[in-house]
């Protein structure tokens, strides 16, 4: 029995509590639990959304492998991790990534035959994308399951320009299926609602939580720079994560090489590595810096950047590009948003309602790199960039408002509730 926090006092002889207006029956926190499924990735969104709904009063069963785990997800005692997944190296075989894949989805079955929660709540869907649409979905309401789902995108394939009737089809099914959804924006909201049939009623608009998985230690700016051998006099952009077509790398690329055409203090870092099947796409981007006269100044990270080294990069920039073609939030934003740095991104998706004008950034026209190094300019020609350090202070307290996983978690919370029946008191 949980008494809520207010109503310390016990009286033994009667069971009661004694609140401010006296004696009274105590109050019950109902229980909710919940298996959150990760897909196993995406480890900042799962570390945030897990300790937000855990300080709520949230039991979860996260379910991951490796690449989410880490020992703040075993330390809160309403937090129960599941390794189902284990290590996914890409350096293994085929024949071992099949073996693992489907040890995974037995594990994955037999857990949800199980489970205790409730709720399924559903970060991302694993490697069988029309299965887990499908099937799964399936199996999960003949379980008794109430399924949550957050839908990060909600036609990836259209934005990878790999969108198909199959692809719609097994969406919509999966939307179907869901009792209830969460996006990250209005534009997100209509765009289920219109395209997929998803009842208004069943969809909650949640901030996408500002990075807080990310180590932030006292490194300042100057030493960052000194570890990329940046001078003070530089100018240092920065493109940051996993890179593929929609990122429209090539654009900025192209408008680098305009500005730096005009000014030799400019440099560039290319930080992330491609996405499968994006080999081709670096490539191409890789050989026409190799083809310009300022190649010289472009830094390149082709990698996975691990978290411990993700400081690095944001503490030595002075502004974060996203060239992206078609998106419709992204998790870079609040990443730089978490170090303080602004932001030059194109006006597509709903970037636009998260980047000030001249406060936290600049927005520019997707596809046009003569508008990308122009709007680039005018960032280093403003008083955001003159007066850098203090900005990033008052860029991170904006994000911190708009975007904190407090809001997040207890709206989420709110959710869980309503699928439940139940009538919970703010924790």
């Known amino acids: 029995m949980n008494v809520a926090p207010a109503l310390r006092h016990q009286d033994p002889s009667d069971n009661k509590v004694r609140g401010p207006r006296g004696w009274a029956d105590p109050i019950v926190q109902p229980e909710i639990e919940v298996g959150l499924l990760t897909g196993g990735f995406d480890r900042p969104y ?22 989410v785990d880490r020992p703040e997800l075993h330390a809160p005692p309403r937090l129960n991790f599941l390794n189902l997944r284990g290590d996914q190296q890409p350096q293994a075989s085929l024949r071992k990534k099949i073996v693992r894949v489907l040890i995974y989805y037995a594990r994955l ?68 299926l869901a009792d209830h959804i969460f996006v990250h924006t209005e534009k997100m909201k ?25 180590p932030d230690t006292n490194l300042t700016p100057a030493q960052a720079r000194q570890k990329f051998g940046i001078l003070e006099d530089e100018r240092l952009i920065l493109f940051f994560g996993n890179i593929g077509p929609y990122k429209g790398l090539e654009f900025l690329v192209a408008g680098f090489q305009q500005v730096v055409a005009r000014n030799p203090c400019y440099r560039l870092i290319i930080a992330g590595k491609p996405r499968g099947g994006a080999e081709e796409y670096l490539d191409m981007i890789q050989e026409s810096i190799r083809q310009s006269p ?10 996975y950047i691990p978290d411990e080294e993700t400081e690095l990069y944001f503490k030595a920039a002075d502004v974060l590009v996203l060239p992206y073609t078609h998106v419709f939030q992204s998790g870079v934003l609040f990443l730089g ?15 636009e309602e998260d980047i000030i004008e001249g406060r936290t950034g600049f927005l520019c026209k997707p596809c046009d790199p003569i ?46 509730a309503e699928l439940l029946g139940k009538r919970l008191s703010a924790s």
């Open 46 to 67: 799962v570390f945030g959304l897990a300790t937000a709904l855990e300080s709520k009063g949230v039991c979860l069963d996260v379910v991951g492998g490796d690449d």
């Open 109 to 176: 079955i037999r857990y949800a035959s199980v489970a205790k929660p409730r709720i399924f709540h559903i970060l991302w869907n694993n490697k069988f994308h029309f299965f887990d649409r499908t099937l799964l979905m399936l199996y999960y309401k003949l379980q008794g399951k109430k399924i949550a789902f957050t839908a990060h995108n909600v036609n990836a394939g259209r934005r990878d320009a790999s969108d198909s009737l199959l692809n719609r089809l097994s969406l919509k099914i999966q939307y179907q």
């Open 190 to 214: 209509k765009e289920l609602s219109t395209e997929f049939g998803v009842c208004e009623q069943a969809i909650t608009v949640i901030p996408f939580g500002i990075n807080n998985s990310v």
């Open 294 to 303: 300022y190649g010289e100044r472009v830094i390149q990270k082709i990698e």
């Open 337 to 351: 948003y978490s170090f303080g740095l602004p932001v030059i991104a194109t006006n597509v998706g709903s970037l």
């Open 371 to 416: 508008d990308l190094a122009k709007t680039i300019e005018r960032y280093f020609e403003s008083d955001l960039f003159k007066d850098l350090h203090a900005r990033r202070h008052e860029i991170l307290d904006f994000a911190n408002q708009r975007h904190s996983w407090e809001i997040a978690g207890q709206m989420t919370r709110n959710v869980y």
